[in-house]
């Protein structure tokens, strides 16, 4: 059952990618977003220490606050200029058949697609500011010492 899931999953995946062409496109935004990401939660971790505080607690509350809005930011975001991107790929096809393409396997891949960028966008950023942001987690859960965090 899952592995039909799953391969379910990974076929229509293919398609959206394939129809749409938007791997390269994911694939930027993973990369710009990731780094992103990282930079914006160390950036809060240096920030705090530079004010000579280092409070893993405030670390963590800015950290977690910073991946939320990354979050946010990043799904909005690319979900407003992948729209535009995706209809005007669209209109171009159109053109190009001669015809509308409305209920078509290319007009949905093109449509999910805008949604996959969204979810990469978000990911990225979200997921390498908790990886910034992990030894402080793991310092709160007392797995390590705050000290231990920073460094």
């Known amino acids: 059952m899952l592995r039909k899931t799953i391969s379910k999953f990974m076929n ?18 993973f990369v710009i977003n990731a780094f992103e990401g990282a930079l914006t939660v160390w950036g809060i971790i240096l920030g705090i220490h530079l004010l000579g505080s280092g409070e893993v607690s405030q670390i963590v509350s800015g950290g977690v606050g910073a991946v939320l809005a ?14 535009a991107e995706q209809e005007r790929r669209i209109r171009e096809l159109e053109e190009a058949l001669l015809m509308k393409i409305e209920g078509t ?4 891949a093109h449509r999910r697609s805008v949604i996959m960028s969204a979810i990469v966008n978000s990911t990225a950023s979200s997921l390498t500011g908790l990886i910034v942001l992990s030894p402080y987690l793991a310092s709160i859960s007392n797995i390590i010492r705050s000290d231990q965090a920073f460094i």
């Open 70 to 83: 990354m979050a946010v930011s990043g799904v909005s975001s690319a979900y407003i200029a992948e729209s």
């Open 12 to 29: 229509r995946l293919s398609k959206i990618v394939k129809y749409s062409r938007s791997a390269e496109y994911s694939r930027r935004y």
């Open 105 to 108: 396997e290319i007009k949905k």
